[in-house]
């Protein structure tokens, strides 16, 4: 008989809750493109976390 293997599996929440809304925050790419004078495009990565207080603004 094999030994009985008791796998622990720690899932930690990544996530930050927020306070206000008390939504798990997601981590995001949010890319800002904007239009540079000669006519190309310049993009702004950022990670931004996005709960409910700001999902709007983030995926608008
Ligand atoms: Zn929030």
Redesign the pocket.
Known sequence: MAKQEVKKSVVKEKGVK?T??G?LKVPTLYVNATKSANNSYRFNKRLVSV???NEKEVYA
């Open positions: 927020c206000v809304c939504t709960c409910k207080c």
